[in-house]
């Protein structure tokens, strides 16, 4: 199972609702140690239907694009750490540096690296306008008018006193990102990530998906069908609104880690864990798995948006990886367990 690396790509319903994959308690944040630490000499997994499309009956396949949620941010930090590389940008850069418009008392505090650690404490007004107004999931303005409108509020704590998993930390990145390069952010992330590491099949989620035939389509139920998906603005990007494959993910692993891509120092970066009991780095997790040859250290990265849940975790000194893709609703909990168990019968 090794590829560099271990894929699993799965448009899947689980059948059997209480099989022993699903996880009663244990928060997912805090999941990573205890599931590391448990022994586990075999897989069992329960029959899974892989459907791509509940209405035609289309089985999914590894080039089936999913909606990958919060993966995005560990895109969005291999393109920033390039920037930075460049000069163009600086990881301690409060908010107010480099978006001139925005509020100086607050944005003057709140650093880029703080906001993609989640802990700028930024208030999330996105949320409860969007309740308020679900037409926003089609706005059209711009990230600088997002951030003035949803991330402008007062601090909620003080910056980098404890972890927040807001959208709005998302949105003044690409505010940033967009001023400092004077480019739209899509461009700005293929232009480093997506291209270089060619991934054809990767790129910010349109919900319609233009009626493309290689989608597959986010399920709460896929028996009667019942769809879940909806529209984001161009401005959640960051936060989560790309769209990827199970074989784009896997190049994008290997390329992040393992090749010239980032420099080691930049590596190191995206690594170094901010809050600890979170397992947090910047845009992303990092796991500390046990195996037959000691510890070994993983980034464990997952998205979680509508109907789509997504799992890509790569040991970093073994050039393993696993994808899974999930448009069925299935718990993030389970999903990791069964990476989890992936890379343990690889070991085995």
């Keep these: 199972m090794k590829e560099e690396a271990a894929s699993r790509c799965c448009g899947v319903d689980p059948v059997g609702q209480a099989d022993e994959l699903h996880v009663s308690v244990m928060k997912v944040r805090n999941e990573l140690d205890e599931l590391a630490n448990r022994s586990a000499k075999s897989v069992q997994f329960p029959n899974y239907k892989r459907v791509a499309d509940a209405e035609t009956g ?106 927040d998993y807001a959208i709005t930390n998302w949105i003044l990145v690409v505010a940033m990102v967009e001023a400092a390069t004077g480019k739209p ?34 399920y709460s139920s896929i028996s009667p069908p019942v769809l879940k998906m909806s529209p984001r603005p161009a401005f959640l990007a960051a936060a989560g609104g790309y769209s990827s494959t199970a074989n784009d993910l896997l190049r994008a692993a290997s390329g992040v880690f393992d090749t010239p891509l980032l420099t080691p120092q930049s590596r190191a970066e995206m690594l170094k864990i901010t809050t600890p009991d979170q397992h947090y780095a910047i845009g992303g997790r990092v796991a500390r798995l046990a195996t037959p040859g000691g510890t070994r250290l993983a980034a464990w990265e997952t998205g979680r948006t509508d109907g789509y849940r997504s799992v890509l975790a790569h040991v970093l000194d073994q050039r393993r990886t696993v994808v899974l893709l999930n448009n069925t609703d299935m718990s993030q909990q389970s999903m990791d367990r069964i990476a989890l168990r992936l890379l343990r019968a690889d070991w085995a």
């Design 58 to 163: 289309r089985a999914a396949s590894a080039r089936d694009r999913y909606v990958i949620a919060s993966i995005s941010k560990w895109l969005t930090v291999a393109a920033i750490l390039q920037l930075v590389e460049q000069g163009v940008m600086s990881l301690g850069a409060s908010v107010a540096d480099t978006l001139p418009g925005f509020r100086k008392d607050a944005g003057g505090r709140v650093t880029l690296r703080q906001l993609l650690s989640n802990t700028s404490g930024v208030p999330n007004l996105y949320g409860p306008a969007v309740e308020a107004d679900p037409t926003l999931k089609r706005s059209t303005m711009t990230a600088a008018e997002a951030a003035s409108l949803f991330c402008s509020g007062e601090l909620i704590f003080e910056p980098g006193a404890r972890f």
């Design 185 to 218: 952010f899509e461009r700005v992330v293929d232009d480093l990530v997506v291209t270089p590491l060619r991934l054809p099949d990767t790129d910010v989620a349109k919900f319609d998906f233009d009626g493309r035939p290689d989608t597959a389509k986010a």
